[in-house]
């Protein structure tokens, strides 16, 4: 029974991977394996649906490992399902990887299954065949970046910041303007407004001056500097707002995909500083565990990221740029030297991450 309640921990982790940017190395035949468990944790259900006192077990050893408190022994149930879903929303996953899935999922009910399917199952069915429909007509893929409404919402926030800054002339004032703005949004939305914004500071302006220099056959160092000195102000603002609260700035970083934070961090070094300390604070609650093998959290509570999330988005940070890359594996090695400075696996999470980053 304790094999069993180990094997039943690793599901969290299961659907916390299939949601991850970690399935664009997934081929066929990892595919096949993780519906492989899949379809071994709808046998583990099946069999104990009917004895209350190993599925009450189960569903502890569950809740104990899991990073997200819905999931409960009825899950095993119907994680093929959600395993589906996940991936099917997984920009991430490989097309070859992507068709097997929808062969797989679009697949008749076996023999011995009920014939009216449950509503997971009729869900995820549904969005397969959606979804094998539209690979014929997909359009070709736009190049990565907020979508248009975003953007423009982040236009219009860059430009009234700019507009009230003219009106009231001091920093304060623009920073009160744009605390009450952001805060009468949603806080996901916000953080995606203040993300493309930053963005559109880097990416927009070159642009728009490059332009101007085509259009009057020079450029204006004045200009250009008051440009650049302009920007920076802006983007302190929106500092000044993200960082001002550890909460909030956890949750942005919870929240916006690794990639993305990985463009930020490169452009910005009060971002980078930032982020690593948070990641910092993340990984110092995980504890190597010898009888799996691997990094795990110490406590629920206060461990946000699992080893996995932690090492991609320590990787994503040095795939940005050959600075950043320079940067966070200095910090690393910092880290490492005061942890002892080991250089055996499972001795410090530092030391792993380094070998993880190719250092």
Same mark, same amino acid.
């Given at each position: 029974?304790?094999?069993?309640?180990?094997?039943?921990?690793?599901?969290?982790?299961?659907?916390?991977?299939?949601?991850?940017?970690?399935?664009?190395?997934?081929?066929?035949?990892?595919?096949?394996?993780?519906?492989?468990?899949?379809?071994?944790?709808?046998?583990?259900?099946?069999?104990? #649906?009917?004895?209350?006192?190993?599925?009450? /077990? !189960?569903? =502890? &050893?569950?809740? +104990?490992?899991? $990073?997200? %408190?819905?999931?409960?022994?009825?899950?095993?149930?119907?994680?093929?399902?959600?395993?589906?879903?996940?991936?099917?929303?997984?920009?991430?996953?490989?097309?070859?990887?992507?068709?097997?899935?929808?062969?797989?999922?679009?697949?008749?009910?076996?023999?011995?299954?009920?014939?009216?399917?449950?509503?997971?199952?009729?869900?995820?069915? #549904?969005?397969?065949?959606?979804?094998?429909? /539209? !690979?014929? =007509? &997909?359009?070709? +893929?736009?190049? $990565?970046? %907020?979508?248009?409404?975003?953007?423009?919402?982040?236009?219009?926030?860059?430009?009234?910041?700019?507009?009230?800054?003219?009106?009231?002339?001091?920093?304060?004032?623009?920073?009160?303007?744009?605390?009450?703005?952001?805060?009468?949004?949603?806080?996901?939305?916000?953080?995606?407004?203040?993300?493309?914004?930053?963005?559109?500071?880097?990416?927009?302006?070159?642009?728009?001056?490059?332009?101007?220099?085509? &259009?009057?056959?020079?450029?204006?160092?004045?200009?250009?500097?008051?440009?650049?000195?302009?920007?920076?102000?802006?983007?302190?603002?929106?500092?000044?707002?993200?960082?001002?609260?550890?909460?909030?700035?956890?949750?942005?970083?919870?929240?916006?995909?690794?990639?993305?934070?990985?463009?930020?961090?490169?452009?910005?070094?009060?971002?980078?500083?930032?982020?690593?300390?948070?990641?910092?604070?993340?990984?110092?609650?995980?504890?190597?565990?010898?009888?799996?093998?691997?990094?795990?959290?110490?406590?629920?509570?206060?461990?946000?990221?699992?080893?996995?999330?932690?090492?991609?988005?320590?990787?994503?940070?040095?795939?940005?740029?050959?600075?950043?890359?320079?940067?966070?594996?200095?910090?690393?090695?910092?880290?490492?030297?005061?942890?002892?400075?080991?250089?055996?696996?499972?001795?410090?999470?530092?030391?792993?991450?380094?070998?993880?980053?190719?250092?």
């Amino acid at each position: 029974m304790e094999v069993v309640g180990g094997q039943v921990e690793q599901l969290p982790v299961l659907l916390a991977v299939s949601r991850s940017a970690l399935v664009r190395d997934w081929d066929s035949l990892t595919l096949d394996r993780a519906l492989e468990w899949t379809r071994y944790f709808q046998h583990l259900y099946d069999r104990f #649906r009917a004895r209350p006192q190993l599925w009450e /077990a !189960l569903g =502890r &050893r569950l809740r +104990r490992s899991q $990073p997200y %408190p819905l999931l409960s022994f009825p899950t095993l149930g119907r994680c093929t399902q959600l395993l589906g879903l996940a991936l099917l929303e997984n920009r991430a996953l490989p097309p070859a990887a992507c068709r097997r899935l929808l062969r797989n999922l679009l697949q008749p009910p076996s023999a011995g299954t009920s014939p009216d399917p449950g509503f997971p199952e009729v869900v995820v069915r #549904r969005k397969a065949a959606a979804c094998l429909l /539209a !690979l014929s =007509r &997909r359009p070709p +893929r736009r190049p $990565p970046g %907020p979508e248009p409404q975003l953007q423009a919402e982040a236009q219009l926030l860059l430009s009234r910041l700019q507009e009230e800054g003219q009106e009231v002339g001091e920093a304060a004032g623009q920073l009160h303007w744009l605390c009450s703005v952001l805060e009468q949004l949603p806080q996901p939305r916000a953080f995606e407004v203040v993300a493309a914004a930053l963005a559109l500071l880097k990416q927009g302006r070159g642009t728009e001056q490059a332009g101007d220099r085509d &259009r009057d056959g020079s450029s204006s160092l004045d200009g250009y500097q008051a440009s650049a000195a302009g920007d920076e102000c802006t983007a302190g603002l929106l500092f000044s707002w993200l960082l001002g609260n550890q909460e909030r700035f956890s949750a942005f970083c919870l929240y916006l995909p690794y990639s993305h934070l990985a463009f930020l961090a490169g452009h910005y070094s009060q971002l980078s500083r930032s982020y690593l300390d948070l990641l910092t604070g993340w990984g110092s609650h995980l504890i190597y565990d010898p009888l799996q093998g691997r990094w795990v959290k110490s406590c629920i509570e206060k461990a946000e990221l699992s080893w996995e999330e932690l090492r991609e988005r320590f990787i994503c940070l040095c795939q940005e740029s050959t600075l950043l890359k320079e940067q966070t594996q200095a910090a690393l090695q910092l880290l490492r030297t005061q942890d002892g400075d080991f250089k055996v696996c499972g001795l410090s999470v530092w030391t792993d991450l380094l070998m993880e980053v190719g250092y």
